[in-house]
């Protein structure tokens, strides 16, 4: 398995992805916020299976064409994005929100559960 390598910054167009997502999910001064929390907050590192068991959304198969493509990158050790994450809330039962990046989490997930994913993460103002 090919080390995962990563860049040191989301890409520009990953702030609006993730504003388009959470648009279906709660209101545009809520997302504001958020997206100024992802812009500042420090990269953290957390392994691909607790991303994936976090968000609790099912694992996208490797013959997904943007999991194919990350996964090439990964071979071809060409770097990764950082992903964008919102906190979820264990005792509300809710879950990690993948803001940006859920195809980059599943690509890391294939080539080893056990890799470390970059991320930034912000939290919900609500919890």
Same mark, same amino acid.
């Given at each position: 398995?090919?080390? /995962? =390598?990563?860049?040191?910054?989301?890409?520009?167009?990953?702030?609006? *992805?993730?504003?388009?997502? =959470?648009?279906? =999910?709660?209101?545009?001064?809520?997302?504001?916020?958020?997206?100024?929390?992802?812009?500042?907050?420090?990269?953290?590192? @957390? &392994?691909?299976?607790?991303? @994936?068991?976090?968000?609790?959304? *099912?694992?996208?198969?490797?013959? !997904?064409?943007? /999991?194919?493509?990350?996964? &090439?990158?990964?071979?071809? &050790?060409?770097?990764?994005?950082?992903?964008? =994450? /919102?906190? #979820?809330? #264990? #005792?509300?039962?809710?879950?990690?929100?993948?803001?940006? #990046?859920?195809?980059? *989490?599943?690509? /890391?997930?294939? !080539? %080893?559960?056990?890799?470390? @994913?970059?991320?930034? @993460?912000? %939290?919900? %103002?609500?919890?």
């Amino acid at each position: 398995m090919p080390k /995962v =390598l990563w860049e040191t910054e989301p890409e520009d167009h990953d702030y609006p *992805a993730a504003q388009s997502y =959470l648009s279906l =999910l709660t209101d545009a001064d809520e997302i504001s916020r958020i997206v100024e929390e992802l812009r500042s907050s420090p990269i953290e590192m @957390i &392994k691909a299976k607790d991303v @994936i068991r976090a968000s609790g959304l *099912a694992l996208l198969d490797r013959s !997904n064409f943007h /999991v194919k493509r990350d996964l &090439k990158k990964i071979m071809e &050790k060409r770097a990764l994005v950082p992903i964008l =994450l /919102v906190r #979820g809330d #264990g #005792g509300k039962h809710l879950p990690l929100t993948i803001a940006d #990046g859920y195809h980059r *989490a599943c690509a /890391v997930y294939w !080539n %080893s559960e056990d890799d470390f @994913i970059h991320a930034r @993460i912000a %939290s919900w %103002s609500s919890l």
